[in-house]
């Protein structure tokens, strides 16, 4: 017995069976970006910058947290469509327009 014969051999699937298959890669992709608005307060970025000046970054002055969204489309969703459900959904859903803005941006 040689070495690496206690290995399996490959496995061929047909391409339904893909990691792109099956997490829909191939896709139309939209990112939403969340943050607070510049006139809300924000604790935490206020923590992480004070963390940095205290690891030694005394050039950063203000950080800003937020958070993003990947969201898969399905195949065959016309850009109109998506753009409109998108930013439907990132007002509506996942951001709070009192204290958060939002961007949204398609990734091909």
Do not use: C, W
């Amino acid at each position: 017995m040689g070495i690496g014969s206690h290995l399996p051999s490959p496995v061929f699937l047909s391409p339904a069976f893909s990691p792109a298959a099956r997490y829909n890669l191939s896709s139309m992709k939209a990112r939403v970006f969340v943050s607070l608005k510049t006139t809300v307060l924000d604790p935490q970025g206020k923590t992480v910058r004070a963390a940095l000046a205290g690891l030694g970054y005394s050039a950063i002055t203000d950080v800003r947290q937020g958070k993003f969204f990947d969201i898969a489309l399905a195949d065959g969703t016309s850009r109109e469509d998506a753009r409109r459900d998108i930013e439907t959904i990132a007002h509506e859903v996942l951001a709070n327009p009192v204290i958060e803005d939002y961007q949204v941006e398609f990734i091909d």
